[in-house]
Structures are given as C-alpha cells and as structure tokens.
C-alpha cells in the first residue's frame, strides 16, 4: 500500500474516531437535558411526573426499595411527603411524612380521603404503577400552607389607600418568607400592596398570571391567588423562590437555560476535541513531513543522515530501533531518503577514492613516462654533442636503450588507451568458439618461451572432456600473458605456476592460476585489480607497466568472465576466472 492510500485511511479512521467521539458526548448532554428537564417538570408537577420517576427509577434492595434520592430531594423541595402502601394499606416506606399522617389505611378508608368525603389535613395524590410484575402504590401529600396563609392574609389584611394593612404578628411572618401580598382590581391591576419589592411588576393579565401560577421557576417566584367573586378583587401571594431575590426574574427560563448550558458545554466540548485533533493531526501527520523537510535541507549541506534528537537518535526511530507509529505512514518515503543518503555516501566516498586513485595514477603515470622519457633525452643529448666521437658499438648501445624506452612508453600509452576502452563499455572486434584444453596448451607453451621462464615452472591440467568458449584470442593471450607475469616477477626464483581448466556441475568454466609463491598481504591484495596500483622505474621491462592486473580484470569482464583473488602471506596465490554456463558453447 503506498503512501497516499495509507495516509488516506489513516485520516478517514481518525475522523471516524472524532466523529464518534463527538456523538458520545452529543449523546452525553442530550441525557443530561433530558433529565434536567424532567426534574423541572418533576418539580412543576409532582403529583404526576415525580411519581412516575420515582416508580421508573426505584429498585430492590432485598426486602427493601431504594428511591431515587434526586428525586427525594425534589419532594422534599415540594414541601410534600410521600408512602408507599402495600396491597393490604400497610405503609412500607415513608419519606417526610409529617406526625399526623397515618401509618396504615384501610381501604375505604384511603378511599374517603381522596374523594375528599372525609376531612384530611392534606391535599393527597395516589399513583399506581406496575414495574417488572410488582404494583407500587404512592401517596403524596402537600399542605396547604401557602393558601392557608393567603387566607388568613387576605382576613386579616386592611386596605389603607395603595398600602395594606397587617397585624404586627402576620407582617413579620411575611417578611420571614421573603414573600409580597398584592391586591388586583377586576382588571388586574394592582391597588395596594404590602413589603413589595421594586421589580414586582403592578399589572397582570389572564395569560400571565395563569403561567405565573403554574411555571414559579420561570418567573423566580412561586404564585398563590385567591378570588372574591363579590368584589371581583383577587389577593395574590407571591414567595420568593430559593436563590432569587424578590421580584428577580430569571435570565432566562429554565428550559432555556438547561439547553443553553448542554448546547454550550457541547460546543465547548467540540471545540477542546477539535483543537486537540488539530495538533493531533499537526503531531501525527506535519511532524513526519517537517523531519523530511529539514533531511532534504541536510542533503542540500552534504550531511548524508537522517536527522537525530538529543540523544543522538534518528527521530524516526524509538529506542529499539524501530520506526515510530507516526513515520510508517511515510515508511515509503523515509525508506527512498535512506537508500538515498546510503548511496550519496557511498558515491562520495567513492569520488574520495577515486580522487585519490586519480592521483596516484596521474602520478605513477607522469613518473613511468618521464623516466623513459628523461633517458631518451639523455642519450640523444650525448648523441648530439661535438665534445665527443661516440664508436659505432656505443652509438649501437645508445639506440638499443633509446629503443628499448620507448618501447616501453609505447606498451604503457597502449595500456592506458586499452583500459579506457573498455571502461567505456568497448567489445572484442571479433570472437570465435576455441576448444580450450587444446589452446590454453598452445597459449602456455608460447608463453614459456620467454627468456625469464622455462616449461617446468609451468604446468597445465587439462578438463577430462572437451571445453568450449567463445573468445578474443588476443585478449585472451593478454590475460594468460599478463597473469604468468606477476606469478613470476614478483615471487622467489623457483616458483612454479600450475593452470587448471576445470567444468563445474552447473555447466560454467573455471580457470585457475595458481602459484607456490610467497603470497600477498591484505592491503596488497586489495588493490591489485586497481589501475597503476604499481608503479615502475626506468629499470623495469616494457611489461611492467604497471596496468596489467587491471588491464587482465577488464579484458576478462570484456569477454563475459569474472575474476576472483585468494591470498595470503607465505601460502602463494591462486586466481581464478569464471564463465558462467551462458558463455559456454
């Protein structure tokens, strides 16, 4: 998978991961405004509400029920108290039932009260509810304190212009309950009103002092109104409710102000989760990309490696080694800049070294042809001069040693001009199938008739079946020529040289070149196959130029072989060339 679809379903997983995240906390605040809503309308309306969350959420304890104690706190806030009767009117469980209530109730009994056709000190409300296979019967109770009290306001009070008049006694219990009396001509307006506070409005329609009467929690007030049908006067009670100043109103009512908070604590919400995925993202997905950017910019410097922290470490990788969650999503691209900075390195330390061969080569090179050169001249200048009357025998052993340097200057420019060759990708002029168990004989006994070599320092063994390949003589000749050399020029007198042609089970060619000499080291070893590694005087033969490993390596990649060196300090050296079964006729 590349980059692009790995980055793409990564974004499309965290979005889904945001997304659902952000339902869950939708699905949070909408439960919570429910149920606040609930307990507005629980606490509006008890008598049917409340008790129908109070059957949905009770549950067994062993032989007990467990109430919901919220909603306990909202019938104690109603002023009421509540029983739960069993079948036979035993009360089980009881919640601020006043002294005077019953504990038990007979049927008829309980069936007078509520039809009212027996006095009861209270207003009482029944709710029978089945749940899970069980019949919870309630009885909630309230006082009626509050009309009570208007009562005795609306008896005892005395209108005195736009004041109302009230015993010392009834005053202060008005004051006490944080509560305002008013008196309301037919029309609704007010005509005198008692311990009223400023923002108490003087004036009420039909529409609003019914909702006044039935949402207090709106208007920060709870309202009570008694009529008299003679004067077409109504008294009207109004009591602060708990946490309002008198005649404050609500900024808002509460319906509005639980959607407001859940809204507003959802929006919060959204935008804290939106920030936190923001640098999540920016973490996540700019982090890898700016440490890609800031490794280009190293390239850019010639720093080929990847960018640490502190500690010295690639930032892309942990403790262990291994690549960070974050960066795999680009493992594609750090993994190109890696091979990248591995080959930049290694094509600069190659330019290094190549450098460095340049010039010992353009040195070994300016020497080998100077030295020759400056020989040359100086026998041309002894030639030349008046001073003496060279004999024919001398001038013969002048132009001998001229002869023989220029020789060899000639073999060190055709080297050179062969090298560059086949570097630059030359083939053989022409090629022909040999039987080599009979050429290699021919090839070795030609080169034994040099003078520096005789026939018993080498020895060939033959392949026990015939071989063919398709090569260059000459070049071939080149390589046997050049490898029988360095056996001999640079071993102890005595060394012998044994070459073997060997088939190998999968059908290539092998053949070795193997010496009893003194061997090389490891530095020598090396560099034997690099060109003008050795470096030659004026002495040294028009074979020794100084190329001929290098030459012999090439002419034998040319010819589609591969050359391989083992050495070692007083065990001799063996070379081996190879040609794979494709070469093979």
């Keep these: 998978m590349n980059v692009k679809w790995r980055l793409t379903l990564r974004l499309v997983g965290w979005l889904a991961c945001f997304g659902l995240i952000l339902l869950s906390l939708a699905g949070v605040v909408f439960y919570w405004i429910i149920s606040q809503l609930i307990q507005i309308q629980a606490e509006r309306d008890f008598q049917s509400v409340g008790l129908s969350q109070l059957v949905d959420t009770v549950r067994a304890e062993g032989d007990n029920w467990r109430f919901d104690p919220k909603l306990l706190e909202t019938l104690k806030g109603t002023r009421g108290w509540l029983q739960r009767i069993d079948e036979s009117g035993k009360v089980t469980d009881a919640f601020f039932t ?104 003087s004036k009420f329609s039909v529409s609003e002092m019914v909702l006044r009467s039935i949402y207090p929690d709106r208007y920060g007030s709870e309202m009570l109104t008694q009529y008299n049908p003679d004067t077409r006067e109504t008294w009207v009670l109004n009591t602060a409710l708990p946490g309002y100043e008198r005649g404050e109103k609500p900024t808002l009512p509460p319906e509005f102000r639980v959607l407001a908070i859940g809204m507003g604590a959802l929006v919060v919400a959204a935008m804290l989760l939106l920030l936190f995925l923001s640098y999540w993202f920016g973490n996540r997905i700019g ?53 990248l900075s591995g080959t930049l390195r290694r094509n600069e330390q190659l330019q290094k070294e190549t450098e460095q061969m340049r010039d010992e080569w353009i040195a070994g090179v300016s020497h080998d042809l100077k030295t020759p050169l400056s020989s040359i001249k100086g026998y041309a200048h002894m030639l030349e001069t008046d001073a003496y009357d060279w004999t024919t025998g001398e001038v013969r052993s002048f132009a001998k040693v001229i002869l023989d340097k220029s020789s060899h200057m000639d073999a060190l420019i055709n080297d050179l001009t062969l090298t560059y060759h086949l570097r630059s990708g030359g083939k053989a002029p022409s090629e022909e199938v040999v039987e080599m168990n009979e050429y290699l004989t021919d090839v070795l006994r030609e080169t034994a008739q040099h003078p520096l070599y005789s026939e018993e320092m080498i020895h060939f063994v033959s392949s026990d079946k015939s071989v063919f390949l398709t090569i260059y003589k000459p070049w071939f000749q080149r390589i046997v020529d050049n490898l029988v050399a360095n056996a001999f020029l640079h071993n102890r007198t005595g060394t012998t040289l044994t070459v073997s042609l060997k088939v190998q089970d999968s059908g290539g060619v092998i053949i070795t070149f193997t010496d009893n000499g003194e061997g090389m080291d490891e530095q020598t070893a090396g560099r034997l196959f690099e060109r003008y590694f050795r470096g030659t005087d004026s002495e040294s033969r028009a074979e020794g130029t100084g190329l ?33 079964e494709t070469r093979k006729v």
């Design 98 to 201: 006043p002294p005077d209530v019953p504990d038990s109730y007979d049927p008829g009994e309980l069936n007078d009260y509520l039809l009212q056709k027996r006095p009861f000190p209270y207003q009482l409300t029944i709710w029978i509810q089945i749940k899970n296979g069980i019949t919870h019967t309630l009885l909630y109770g309230i006082s009626d304190q509050g009309d009570g009290f208007l009562r005795l306001l609306a008896k005892t009070g005395e209108r005195s212009g736009s004041e109302i008049l009230l015993p010392a006694e009834t005053l202060e219990r008005l004051k006490r309950q944080n509560a305002w009396l008013q008196l309301l001509d037919a029309g609704g307006v007010e005509i005198a009103s008692v311990n009223k506070p400023d923002k108490a409005i």
């Design 548 to 580: 001929g490993m290098a030459v012999s390596k090439a002419l034998a990649e040319a010819l589609g072989a591969s050359i391989e060196l083992n050495t070692r300090i007083g065990e001799g050296t063996s070379i081996r060339i190879s040609w794979p």
């Design 287 to 339: 982090s890898p990309v700016v440490h890609v950017l800031n490794w280009l910019r190293l390239l850019d410097k010639g720093q080929f490696i990847e960018p640490t922290n502190s500690h010295g470490k690639p930032r892309s990788q942990n403790r262990r080694g291994r690549r960070k969650s974050k960066y795999r999503v680009y493992g594609d691209v750090i993994h190109s800049l890696e091979s």
